[in-house]
Nanobody, 135 residues
Framework: RVEVEESGGGSVQAGGSLTLSCTAS????????MGWFVQVPGKEREGVAS?????????????VKGRFTISQDKISRDAAHITVSLQMNSLKPEDTGMYYC???????????????????????WGQGTQVTVSS
């Protein structure tokens, strides 16, 4: 059974930084895609950043490029879980929302950026963690 758990989040003033962490079960061959998504009331969930654990390749939404980074922090000793972090810098009020971590087996295609940030390609989701950025 695949599990996903987020931590971090909170409230910060515009221009500040926050770090979100996500621990998820690894698929075989340590080949997952790990993604972060944000949702605000009344809007659809949107992809923010993702990383393919086998290659380290990352993707970012245009709105966060240059401000957010995603990285693989560690793999558990039993190689059953991986932790990734989303470092959010220069935060803006429009970054406010519920942030969800998700994982799934990697999918590859012609429009890889759209696939990497497309929620339909993710199988297991965390409960979400709130990020609030005040002006």
């Amino acid at each position: 059974r695949v599990e996903v758990e987020e931590s971090g989040g909170g409230s910060v003033q515009a221009g500040g930084s926050l770090t979100l962490s996500c621990t998820a079960s690894l698929y075989k061959n340590r080949d997952n895609v790990m993604g972060w998504f944000v949702q605000v009331p009344g809007k659809e969930r949107e992809g923010v950043a993702s990383i393919y654990t086998a290659t380290g390749v990352t993707y970012f939404a245009d709105s966060v490029k240059g401000r957010f980074t995603i990285s693989q922090d560690k793999i558990s000793r039993d190689a059953a879980h991986i932790t990734v972090s989303l470092q959010m810098n220069s935060l803006k009020p429009e970054d406010t929302g519920m942030y969800y971590c998700a994982t799934g087996p990697p999918t590859y295609g012609l429009r890889q950026a759209n696939i990497a940030l497309g929620e339909i390609y993710y199988k297991t989701w965390g409960q979400g963690t709130q990020v609030t950025v005040s002006s």
